[in-house]
């Protein structure tokens, strides 16, 4: 892989910023209401409502507040939100670590659990485990994050059972014990799709690898069968995988407005839809610009460990 | 178990007689029934909202007036009868036409950063307010302030453009507590985030999304008290999220309960519901500069095609009253005794028809999806008002769309509202011509008159009289249709002890809870 290949990766995401940013400031701005009178809601008077207008620019041309905006960005200053008041990019540094600490952990449960879930099935073809892991998988797939959630939710931080809190967020500096069981129910809700999405996917790499001719030629060779499963198949089923688990990153980044706002886990799904709700422009082109990032970014990196797997993918 | 102390009083009595003084001389320092106070531990209140800002002088959300109430003081605070009661300032008088005011402060006050509370500060918040640039919605309820002046450092004098016999009411706003003029000459979008009154409890940590912590101000005006040490604001934004914390014990009250919930809450085991009749409305706005809302029996019509006691028992499951169409609930102090319009279908079609519509008539009525509660009430309404010749077609739209587009512009559309602090603030919140929300654009010049001789009128008798007549005015002409006035509810665990709903949901006097646990 060449650095100027690189180089190119890196400027095509920036075009994609560039229009994500436009995308999102002329959205923001066909949209019916008006973000002063969301902020001061049903009991300003008209005087009032100017004079935010005012202060926050919004009787400006829209070339003008999107220029502003862009430059800020650019220069590392995000604005402040309009209804938190608080300098946007720390509202949303904080919000992405927390989310960025739920996506991994559950990328970790996924990653732990689905890959060996889809070797098994594999393995076990046509047998009673591979139908188990098969059912898992389908039922995994269909059911929304809601329901998922709601069941844990009732099952096992119910009332009378309470094993887990029903939803908050606590840092570490709270304690390692409330910091994770914190994170156990809304990490198992984004898991769950994800696992039986991976596993499925492992399994029909790892069945189509396993009954290829090198494999094959492999075991005639007399290598035990833990080093022609380990070594030889598992790298070559485990690029298309990477890039399915990059693919699931950005559904990653979906599922997260559901979780959070069903599990009051304070991240940048939650701070989206507060800003949405109350039209807190800078939050909404910011945490947007985050999100776009972050998917491109995904992405490229897949790219890069797809290659380092597969040494037929090269990129020029 | 559940709690209606209040409820079954108010219903012997009205809210003002019967709950006034117990609730007063709580605030006054005398413990309620219930055990001797005790001192210690934390509080953990649940909300399902975002504290977006400590700003005592702009906020405007229901978990806000919470965290300020805690930490900052007004001159004057709300009771839970709805009468000014003594805050910073001890006592206060008025001259014969209610034009100029006295108040005396409590001396030997100090805000959380150890300095001393004085007239200064006082006067200081009062022209912060009247600054447009603060935002403040105080703004328009301190209008009639013409000056505020330090008469010594313990002493202020209020100077009005007119009389206005209300004034220690309006000054216990939310927005109006005292903030001290040392802070008030910096930036004023530091109080975003740091508090610094002269409440109860004094700010720990603040994290908009998440939690709150305040501990207690051991140099608190009120000897004694606060009895907690400190109190967590935990904040959820999805309501089964925070209904499982409170149910699991996690928390120990939640400040706001729906009525959907409230009974499987008040008798989950340990927990008490607390319900605290209103004067909170939802209101259907039939624009009078509109046809057919410009014909006052279309509007009548409207009014006999509703079943208020079925709103109350589908919508507020019970937890509310009917309403007639007068915005002044039992809860005020002038209350003109009205009776709803009896649900009347044939009544209201044959009316009507009077009217030019012996058709019927049809008419999109428009909901916002915040709360869920105005779009409940327009499905009703429209099975409601069908036997009586109106085909409404109900269109819920988002929340800012509704504000943009809609609101105080729509020909027909449902509002919601909160309880005011007084009659006059009723009025002029929606009624008057120019009322701060014109939404009706009812321009009754003899609805005017009689709300601006009230405002100037100390003598009590006098008043009721006057603002009787007010209210009659309102029924008979149906500006909106009142169909309910909705209950506060919340709830907490059992030992909880003198937690206290109150009927503007904006004051809850924090100090005076304690814990009782074994």
């Given at each position: 892989m060449s650095a100027a290949y690189l180089l190119r990766r890196l400027a095509a995401i920036l075009i994609v910023l560039l229009i994500v940013s436009l995308t999102v400031f002329s959205i923001t701005q066909i949209l019916p209401g008006n973000a002063a009178v969301m902020i001061l809601g049903e009991y300003a008077t008209p005087a009032q409502l100017q004079a935010l207008e005012l202060k926050l620019g919004l009787d400006q041309p829209w070339y003008i507040q999107y220029w502003r905006w862009f430059s800020g960005m650019l220069s590392g200053d995000w604005g402040v939100s309009m209804r938190l008041s608080q300098p946007v990019a720390a509202l949303i540094g904080e919000a992405f670590w927390r989310s960025a600490a739920l996506a991994l952990a559950s990328l970790a449960t996924v990653t732990l659990i689905a890959i060996p879930l889809g070797i098994l099935a594999a393995l076990k073809r046509g047998t009673i485990v591979d139908l188990v892991i098969g059912l898992f998988a389908y039922i995994g797939t269909a059911v929304p994050e809601f329901v998922t959630a709601t069941l844990l939710l009732v099952f096992l931080a119910g009332p009378d059972r309470g094993?887990?809190?029903?939803?908050?967020?606590?840092?570490?500096?709270?304690?390692?014990?409330?910091?994770l069981s914190h994170v156990v129910l809304p990490a198992a809700t984004l898991s769950l799709i994800l696992t039986a999405h991976i596993a499925r996917q492992v399994r029909s790499e790892m069945s189509e690898v396993l009954s290829s001719d090198y494999i094959r030629a492999a075991r005639l060779k007399g290598l035990s069968e833990r080093s022609v499963v380990l070594r030889h198949a598992l790298r070559n089923a485990m690029a298309p995988a990477v890039a399915v688990i990059s693919l699931d990153i950005g559904y990653l980044l979906g599922g997260i407005l559901v979780v959070e706002e069903v599990f009051a886990w304070p991240g940048l799904g939650r701070l989206i839809i507060y800003a949405l709700q109350n039209r807190d422009l800078p939050v909404i082109q910011a945490a947007t610009l985050v999100l776009a990032f972050t998917y491109a970014l995904s992405n490229l990196v897949s790219d890069i460990v797809i290659a380092r797997l597969d040494p037929r993918v090269r990129y020029a | 178990m559940t709690q209606l102390p209040i409820t079954r009083r108010s219903a012997l009595a009205g809210l003002a007689a019967a709950t006034a003084l117990p609730e007063l001389s709580l605030a006054q320092g005398a413990?309620?029934?219930?055990?001797?106070?005790k001192s210690g531990g934390t509080l953990k209140i649940s909300h399902p909202t975002r504290v977006a800002s400590l700003n005592v002088l702009q906020i405007s959300g229901p978990a806000e007036y919470l965290a300020v109430d805690m930490l900052y003081s007004g001159l004057t605070r709300m009771g839970p009868d709805m009468r000014a009661q003594p805050d910073l300032a001890l006592e206060w008088s008025a001259d014969a036409d209610a034009k100029s005011f006295v108040f005396k402060l409590r001396p030997n006050v100090t805000f959380h950063d150890g300095k001393p509370f004085t007239a200064e500060d006082v006067v200081a918040t009062i022209k912060t307010i009247q600054d447009p640039k603060s935002a403040s919605p105080a703004r328009t309820v301190l209008s009639m302030i013409s000056d505020v002046a330090a008469v010594d450092p313990l002493t202020v004098k209020f100077t009005l453009t007119s009389s206005y016999a209300d004034l220690p009411i309006s000054l216990a706003h939310a927005n109006a507590r005292i903030v001290s003029a040392e802070t008030l000459k910096g930036p004023l979008?530091?109080?975003?985030?740091?508090?610094?009154?002269?409440?109860?409890?004094?700010?720990?940590?603040?994290?908009?999304?998440?939690?709150?912590?305040?501990?207690?101000?051991?140099?608190?005006?009120?000897?004694?008290?606060?009895?907690?040490?400190?109190?967590?604001?935990?904040?959820?934004?999805?309501?089964?999220?925070?209904t499982q914390n409170y149910l699991s014990g996690a928390?120990?009250?939640?400040?706001?309960?729906?009525?959907?919930?409230?009974?499987?809450i008040s008798t989950a085991p340990g927990s008490v519901g607390v319900?605290?009749?209103?004067?909170?409305?939802?209101?259907?706005?039939?624009?009078?500069?509109?046809?057919?809302?410009?014909?006052?029996?279309?509007?009548?019509?409207m009014a006999m095609a509703v079943d208020r006691p079925t709103l109350v028992d589908i919508i507020l499951e019970g937890y509310g009253?009917?309403?007639?169409?007068?915005?002044?609930?039992?809860?005020?102090?002038?209350?003109?005794?009205?009776?709803?319009?009896?649900?009347?279908?044939?009544?209201?079609?044959?009316?009507?028809a009077e009217a030019g519509y012996p058709n019927g008539l049809k008419i999109p009525l428009i909901c916002s999806n915040?709360?869920?509660?105005?779009?409940?009430?327009?499905?009703?309404?429209?099975?409601?008002?069908?036997?009586?010749?109106?085909?409404?077609?109900?269109?819920?739209?988002?929340?800012?769309?509704?504000?943009?587009?809609?609101?105080?512009k729509g020909q027909f559309y449902i509002g919601y509202w909160g309880m005011q602090s007084t009659e006059d603030q009723a009025f002029t919140l929606l009624f008057t011509t120019d009322a701060a929300f014109a939404d009706t654009a009812w321009n009754?010049?003899?609805f005017d008159a009689l709300v601006a001789k009230g405002r100037a009128t100390i003598d009590d008798a006098e008043r009721r009289k006057i603002y009787a007549e007010a209210q009659a005015l309102m029924v008979r002409d149906v500006p909106s249709v009142i169909p309910f006035f909705q209950d506060v509810l919340t709830a907490n665990r059992s030992y909880v002890k003198n937690w206290v709903g109150h009927p503007l949901a904006r004051y809850f006097f924090v100090e005076n809870v304690w814990l009782d646990k074994a």
């Open positions: 094993f887990l809190p029903a939803g908050g967020f606590a840092p570490f500096s709270e304690g390692i014990g409330a910091a | 413990p309620k029934s219930g055990g001797t106070p979008t530091a109080l975003d985030t740091k508090a610094n009154g002269t409440g109860p409890f004094k700010q720990e940590s603040f994290d908009s999304a998440r939690l709150l912590k305040l501990v207690k101000n051991p140099a608190y005006h009120q000897p004694g008290k606060p009895y907690l040490d400190a109190v967590e604001m935990h904040l959820f934004p999805d309501l089964a999220a925070e928390v120990d009250a939640m400040l706001e309960v729906q009525q959907a919930d409230f009974k499987r319900r605290t009749p209103s004067g909170r409305f939802v209101n259907v706005v039939m624009r009078q500069d509109q046809k057919p809302f410009d014909d006052v029996r279309v509007r009548r019509a009253r009917p309403a007639g169409d007068n915005v002044i609930s039992p809860g005020y102090r002038y209350l003109l005794e009205t009776t709803a319009p009896k649900y009347d279908p044939t009544a209201a079609k044959k009316l009507l915040r709360p869920a509660i105005r779009s409940q009430v327009g499905i009703a309404i429209k099975e409601m008002a069908k036997p009586a010749g109106f085909d409404i077609d109900v269109q819920t739209m988002p929340h800012d769309t509704y504000l943009a587009n809609v609101w105080m009754s010049k003899e």
